[in-house]
């Protein structure tokens, strides 16, 4: 059994609904004389639907076990994305709408952990940064850095995120893949 009052990112649960759901994050909450609230950000993990919730820190829940395997994403093709597991070399699809935000960070021949629930495989995991390529970004202007100002940049994947001026085309950059936001240059 998962208190609520453990919950952090990554975990993986039945919630109350019976649905197999991961924790994105989570605030502990209390306010004067009220009682605390665990507030979470979950992501279904069959839909990719996610849910805003609130739990009483001492509720509990089921936790689930989840098997890794690493995968490599091959392609999609609108409707599945196909992933190959890197020992077996078998080949495997899920629909695209179960990847939920993941599938704006596929780019092919990527690895990835493939999530399986009874020996059934139904989702992806991605690292919490991935290093991706800047595609397109309009050049940064000399002397417009008097705060911290930012552009749009599209990565190779197709995904637009803020990054400093500096950045250029070509550049390969740390993105959160939780928050979508820009973290660091890559060396």
Do not use: W
């Amino acid at each position: 059994m998962i208190l609520a009052s453990n919950f952090n990112p990554g975990v993986i649960f039945k919630n109350e609904n019976n649905e197999i759901v991961q924790v994105i994050n989570c605030q502990h909450h209390r306010k004067s004389q009220a009682r605390a609230v665990v507030r979470a950000k979950l992501q279904n993990m069959e839909t990719g639907a996610i849910i805003e919730t609130s739990y009483r820190p001492e509720d509990k829940f089921h936790g689930v076990s989840v098997e890794k395997r690493e995968k490599t994403y091959m392609y999609s093709d609108g409707k599945l994305a196909y992933f190959m597991d890197t020992a077996s070399y078998e080949q495997m699809e899920i629909p695209l709408e179960n990847l939920g935000s993941a599938q704006k960070f596929l780019v092919e021949n990527m690895l990835v952990q493939g999530l399986y629930l009874n020996d059934k495989f139904f989702n992806i995991q991605l690292p919490d940064n991935i290093i991706m390529e800047v595609a397109e970004a309009e050049p940064g202007i000399r002397g417009d850095s008097a705060s911290n100002v930012t552009k749009q940049a599209k990565l190779v994947s197709g995904l637009d995120v803020k990054v400093p001026l500096f950045i250029n085309v070509g550049d390969k950059i740390k993105v959160d893949t939780r928050t979508f936001e820009y973290v660091e240059r890559a060396k």
